[in-house]
Every structure is written in C-alpha cells, then in structure tokens.
C-alpha cells in the first residue's frame, strides 16, 4: 500500500527532471523563444498536461528552469571536499562555476544572466540563488576566520567574488578567450582576487576638482 502511495510522486519527479533537461535543450538550440509547453511536452514523451500540472504555466517552467540553475550550483560547491588552504578551495569553486556556465549555457544565461521575458519571474527563484550564494558565503567566512579578508565583509566578498565569476563565463561564453587558455584565465583572475582579498582596500580620496574648487559667490539681488 505504501509503494502505491509513493508512486505517483516518484512518477511526477521523474517527469520533471526529464521536463527541465527538455527545455533546456530548446533554449540552447533555440533560444527561449523556441521554449514552448507543446514541444517541451513532446520532447519529453509526456503531455501539455504534466506540464501544467508540475510548473502551472510556460513561465512556471522558465522559474523552474532558473532555480535549476542555482540548485546546481550550490550542490556542486557543497560537494567540494575542504582542505587546509580555504584560498585554493575558494579557486576550486570559482572553477565549479566555469564548469556549470560551459555545460549549460542555457541555464547560466535564465538563472545567473536573467534573460527573462519578464522582470515578474526573477522573484520567484529568488530563494533558490540566495540558497546557492549562502553555501558559497561559507567559503568566504573561512577567509574571514584565517584574517584573509582584511577589512572587507564576507557579504561584499561574496558579491565581488560571484561578479567575477559571472564576468568570466560571461566572456568565454562569447569565445573570446584564446583557445584552450580558459581554465589557465579563470584560476588566474581568481587566484589575483583572492588573494586581493587579504590586503586592506585603498581607501576613497575626495576628487581635486571637488576638493580645490573654491565657493561660488552668490550674488547680490
């Protein structure tokens, strides 16, 4: 009685990742123009139907496809073994954000890059890529813990890291870099950056042409 119980749900579950690995294949192919509830439904051997039922809505399927990408992400950083050096493990998942852009560019350009029809969806995968920069902000507490981030916070790290992260994939996405040379340009930059984190940041002089520019007289009415 309680396998019969199981089933369905086991069944809808299935049916879902083989629906989200469809639609992400008609974005990498075609954009998400090309993402269509027939289609992903067809390419998944399954119904318009299971796609209602599981995501509600075309869009409902776009979020879910944004929220993959965070879940994967933040599964791949949190399987990371730790070492004793949280600079070189802070690198390696710097690269597992390499890998997840090159193997699903689709899912890096909705989730990460948010080319999304329309600005009402970021929201409701919020949750998802918070959950994924939390597992990432660990990382960076351990900086924080060996006096490795100087006077910056983990917060601010944590975004300049990811910017970066996301800056890089963004660039060989767009076969700029030399070829064969990515990976050797990601651990570089990353390497650069963190170990910028352990210097203090310049602190902001005021600009000489606010600071020598003398009082406008008012005049007199």
Known sequence: MLSRVGRPKEHNQRTAVALLAAGERAVAEGGLEALSVRGVAAEAATTTRAVY???GSRDGLIVALGAHAYDLLRTAIEQLPASADPQA???EAGLVFRRFALEH???FSI???RTLP???LWPQFRAAASAALAVLSRRLVRLHESDLLAQR???DATFQFHSLCEGLAAVELRETFPPGDGERIWREALTALIAGFATAPLQQTPSPTTTNRRPTKRRSS
Do not use: A, K, N, W
């Open 89 to 91: 493990d802070l690198v």
């Open 105 to 107: 560019p689709s899912l």
């Open 153 to 155: 916070t983990v917060r």
């Open 53 to 55: 039922s599981l995501f």
């Open 118 to 120: 329309s600005s009402e």
């Open 111 to 113: 989730g990460i890059q």
